[in-house]
């Protein structure tokens, strides 16, 4: 039986959310407060958790930070439950690794239909061993190879993440952008050269099953949206958003090693946007993702 995992201190709106779960099938536990969450998840060993915001001690942002960043309950399906509903309410859930939104008072189909998708997203992370142990014996290779190719994919796929979450990007999507940016530039295994390496990196991936998605992000990471890229001279009509968030984030890499900073880097590539190379909804995406990640060093700090 699958399980959901409580996680509120309104007693009222908690009895009623946990009569439907339970009327829908789900186990259930419940947790009054942030002290206990921790130690439920361990014994209860949830498949989503509903978790409030607003919570007396630890509120409900630290909490699903720490349990997205600790490697046993990461893959768990957090969904945010709050009665805020302004839209940077929502940012610095998902900044903070939240699955999904729900505002308070809770809209019982909604809640069903999140419910149920985050059990099928659980059990599609726990069937994704495979994949993921192929991404990450092949990044292994990059970084024996080419260690500045393996941090630069490292780095980019992190920001591509943050920038996704910002624009709501979510689900199998989001998982296929991170794992593209990790493997963009795996060609460089094989060879330095800028253009070879993108049919090299197409030729390594060619036996895999997901070589279906996973192929534009090898071959069109050097393209810009005004149509001067390679290999293919693409325009923003023919790229999809997760295409635009890689090659503008990966550009914004490159600024950031050729100036030193961040910011200079967000100034140049300000200008290129202007010039249509890149997309100026991620470049501001990106600003806000920046701007997040220090709001989230702060509330950490707390």
């Known amino acids: 039986m699958d399980s959901v995992l409580i996680v509120d201190d309104n007693k009222l709106a908690v009895d009623i959310i946990n009569d439907l779960l339970t009327a829908w099938g789900y186990r259930t536990k419940i947790c009054g407060n942030s002290t206990e969450v921790f130690e439920s ?7 989503v958790i509903l978790l409030d915001i607003m919570l007396p001690g630890m509120n409900g942002y630290a909490i699903c930070n720490k349990l997205k960043t600790d490697p046993e309950t990461r893959a768990i399906p957090i969904i945010m439950l709050t009665v805020l509903n302004d839209m940077e ?23 069903k239909n999140r419910v149920e998708w985050a059990v099928r997203y659980k059990k599609s992370l726990n069937n994704m061993e495979s994949r993921d142990m192929v991404v990450r014996t092949l990044m292994n290779v990059l970084q ?11 780095d980019l796929a992190s920001y591509c993440e943050r920038v996704a979450k910002v624009l709501c990007v979510v ?3 989001l998982d296929q952008l991170v794992l ?40 069109s990471h ?12 693409l325009t923003a009509a023919d790229m999809p958003v997760n295409l635009k968030i890689l090659i503008t984030v990966n550009r914004f890499l490159e600024l950031t090693d050729e100036r030193g ?42």
């Open 41 to 47: 998840v361990a014994d209860f060993k949830p498949d």
């Open 171 to 173: 689900d199998e999507s």
């Open 261 to 302: 900073s961040e910011t200079a880097a967000l100034a140049q590539l300000t200008e290129e946007c202007e010039k249509g190379d890149w997309c100026e909804r991620v470049l501001a995406a990106l600003k806000q993702a920046i701007k997040d990640a220090d709001f989230k060093k702060k509330l950490i700090a707390k």
């Open 89 to 111: 309410d929502r940012i610095q859930a998902y900044n903070m690794g939240a699955d999904a939104f729900l505002s308070k008072p809770v809209k019982y189909p909604e809640l």
């Open 180 to 219: 593209g940016a990790c493997l963009h530039d795996i060609g460089r295994i094989v060879t330095q050269d800028p253009r070879g390496h993108i049919q090299t990196g197409l030729k390594l991936i060619e036996p895999l099953n997901m070589r279906v998605w996973l192929a534009p992000y090898i071959r």
């Open 144 to 154: 024996a190879a080419d260690p500045a190719a393996y941090r630069h994919s490292a």
């Open 222 to 233: 050097h393209e810009k949206l005004n149509g001067t890229g390679y290999p293919d001279g």
